[in-house]
């Protein structure tokens, strides 16, 4: 064996270890990019850029594989996260987060189902960039404050003060109280009827006088440029929208049910919903189609 083919032996061991190491946590390393950006396309560049990083790491320096990574992916997500902000203030209409068709078994982790549901990735858009980093690795995925300062450049009392905010603010402002799958999915099934019958006192009934409508076009196609707030006016979109939908199909969307709005047989919408006191509070209906290329196959999310 010449002293070339022996580097190369050794330098292909290498790449083929941090192969295995890189797909062992990369549905984790998604996960993490996902809930702080809130953008599956975003995601997957951040899991390119964290493995050319990490293809070229000498693995024997590196104690934790899963830290490692973890704390390259939250600092090429924290850089993306910057320059999302900046697209997001010239985007045209209310902007929502990239809906995931999702496996059953993110819906059977309740904390994580609700760590990526529509309604708090909303709330964590509501953070600055450090925060939700802080928030995101604290609470979702219970990183000890060394881990995490590390990962956001800040020593460990300031990342504890940070946490403590961040805690506070999305305690405010998130839904309130847990709501089982079950009844989630009642809520669904009722909206789906009263949407498909066109039965306006049914959807009036199932609708909270306060509820609000975001619609996610993009400027790409037809949605609603402000909010719709209230139940009449909610209830005046949905009827235009069954008038115009082929079929509402019932999936599971960032880990709660949801609905697939489909024309002549095509894709066309997303809508998911907040459910509180049994009354829908919250609808989200995405559009835009450049968000929805992540629900023609499901997507595995892990803590």
Known sequence: MTEGSGTGTGAGER?????????????????VAY??????ADAEDVLQETWLRWSGVDLAEVRDHRAYLVRV???QALGRLRTLSRRKESYVGPW???P???APDVAEDVELADSVSMAMLLVLETLQPTERAVFVLREVFDLDYDEIAEAVGKNQAAVRQIAHRARAHVAARRPRGAVSQDETRGAIEAFRQAVETGDLQHLLDILAPDVVLL???GGVVRAALEPVVGADGVAYVLRRIAEAAGTLEPVQVNGHPALVVR????????IALRVEDGLITGLYAVRNPE?????????????
């Open 15 to 31: 790449l083929d270890a941090a192969t295995e190491a890189f797909v062992a946590h990369r549905n984790l390393l998604f996960t």
């Open 35 to 40: 809930e702080m950006l809130g953008s599956a």
């Open 73 to 75: 992916a939250t600092r």
């Open 96 to 98: 929502l987060p990239e």
């Open 100 to 102: 995931l068709l999702t």
């Open 215 to 217: 619609g996610d076009g």
């Open 263 to 270: 024309r002549d047989g095509a894709l066309d919408s997303v």
């Open 291 to 303: 968000k929805l290329s992540h629900m023609r196959e499901e997507t595995i999310l892990s803590r």
